[in-house]
């Protein structure tokens, strides 16, 4: 690494805001595949590795790259040496970036494990339904693992991914990036020390923001739950785990509803088409134009792999709207999954909690109200307010103090690298315990999931067994 990039850090460092003497600056050029600017770490725990860690990325899209890149940026604690892609220009770039050798450039995720063991992990980023081999695979040749959650779309492959990292003692941390957000985490702290007393219930709020569920969940990867996740799993896991994470106590029964309502052919406008580019006569005024989207706004076209020459861009992402399902109408589309879901939850303690995922609002991030014996808290990303029944005060805390304000949309409040230097320093020190998202710790929230697709299908309250 050059000079140059370590004097940038140096002076993010400089001007990082304390928070409990920890400093959470961002990198001047690390971003999450939303743009969202990523947290460097900055722990007392860590000790610097006498070597870095050497890992194998497979699935070189977009979560492969933002946790890739740590790499770029802390060269003497992580080396990418080997991927594993089947798009040839994802293959190529991820290669060039990492100076990854011929030889351990590879096709398929079989491909790497065909090899003899030639690195300490594997970054296993490829699509969900896509986790669970790979990841037996490399438990049995003895990676360590760097896991994108959710676990896997089985229950049971879960419990089996869990029995054999116990069986062979090998490090899993699943990518639960918001237990690294020091939004969260502050939050957290808050309700542990008794800052509003004993929790009594939680409401938990995801929005997803419109644009954003018509991209991921009705023309994407997770348009269709069978062949993928469904979407409690695959974008809501990450809630019931924060809600468990943050109470700091185990779940007992589940209860969940929900439906697709809206992105459905019988909605469709008059005078639409099967694609936006087909001359759709409402399209000028459609909230979720695929032209207007992709092509005029130029949102979310990191899943294009365009043309570096960005003169060229433009006439890619047309072809792209005329040959992809990120064109089609979204209202014509073989998608089934929830446009909104709400789930009531019974913890140990006689704690509840709400959740609800809904698809149709303005803006995306997570909105989290605390009820306790002794106050109240209420947050939205942005900011959280605690009340303190005792005193008749309150206090607000402001995402700018903890150096996050970059929160909006769907980002992950610049988790991603922290929880990287977290599983780097396990894997270095081979010590688990300096993990907040073990294998160990995640899985109950899968369980969760699970269960409330099972208690929505079947209209019944569920037990959770762990």
């Known amino acids: 690494m050059s000079s140059y990039r370590w004097s940038r850090r140096n ?13 959470f600056p961002f990198s001047l050029w690390g971003k999450n595949e939303t743009g969202e600017p990523l947290i460097l770490p900055n722990d007392k725990r860590h000790k610097t590795p006498a070597r870095p860690v050497t890992a194998i990325t497979l699935g070189a899209g977009a979560r492969g790259n933002v946790y890739g890149d740590y790499g770029l940026e802390f060269p003497d604690q992580l080396d990418i040496v080997g ?7 994802r293959n190529e770039r991820y290669a060039r970036k990492h100076k990854i050798s011929n030889d351990k450039r590879f096709k398929t995720w079989e491909d790497v494990f065909k090899q003899p063991k030639f690195a300490d992990a594997v970054i296993i980023s490829t699509p969900d339904q896509l986790h669970y081999g790979p990841c037996m695979a490399a438990l049995k040749m003895g990676y360590d693992i760097l896991l994108e959650k959710p676990i896997s779309p089985s229950e049971q492959e879960c419990r089996d991914i869990l029995e054999l990292a116990h069986k062979t003692n090998r490090i899993v941390a699943v990518c639960h990036v918001l237990r690294y957000a020091p939004y969260f985490v502050k939050l957290r702290d808050l309700m542990q020390s008794g ?21 991921s969940y009705v023309r994407g990867n997770w348009h269709n739950s069978k062949q993928t996740t469904p979407i409690i799993l ?26 697709l309502k809206w992105f459905k052919k019988s909605n469709a406008p008059e005078g639409s088409t099967e694609r936006c580019t087909d001359g759709c006569a409402v399209e000028g005024s459609c909230p979720y134009s695929a032209l207007k989207i992709y092509h005029r706004k130029r949102h979310r076209t990191y899943v294009f792999d365009l043309p570096e020459d960005k003169s060229k861009q433009g006439d890619a992402i047309l072809d792209y709207l005329r040959t992809t399902d990120y064109g089609r109408c979204v209202y014509r589309m073989d998608n ?32 989290t109200r605390v009820m306790g014996s002794q106050g109240y808290i209420e947050g939205d990303m942005d900011q959280f307010t605690v009340w303190d029944f005792r005193t008749d005060k309150s206090k607000k805390y402001e995402s700018k103090v903890l150096d996050v304000e970059n929160y909006k949309n769907e980002g992950h409040g610049g988790g991603d690298w922290r929880l990287v230097a977290d599983w780097i320093q396990a894997v270095s020190q081979q010590n688990a315990s300096l993990l907040t998202s073990t294998i160990d710790a995640s899985i109950e929230s899968h369980i969760m999931c699970f269960m409330a697709e099972e208690s929505r299908f079947n209209n019944r309250v569920m037990e959770i067994k762990m």
């Not at 991927?83 to 220009?89: D, F, K, S």
């Not at 800052?195 to 991209?215: C, K, N, R, W």
């Not at 974008?235 to 439906?259: E, P, V, Y």
Request: one cysteine or more.
């Open 234 to 259: 695959a974008k809501s896991c990450h809630d019931l785990d924060i809600i468990k994470w943050m109470l700091g106590t185990d779940s007992k029964r589940i209860q969940a509803f929900g439906s």
């Open 336 to 367: 089934d999954q929830c446009d909104h879901y709400t789930t009531n939850i019974l913890f140990d303690k006689e704690v509840t909690a709400t959740f609800n995922m809904e698809a149709f609002t303005p803006w995306g991030g997570r909105r």
């Open 11 to 23: 002076i993010l460092k400089a001007l990082g805001i304390t928070v409990g003497g920890t400093f």
């Open 83 to 89: 991927v594993a892609e089947p798009i040839p220009l």
């Open 195 to 215: 800052a509003i007393g004993d929790i009594v219930s939680l409401q938990h709020f995801e929005p997803i923001e419109h644009t954003h569920m018509a991209h």
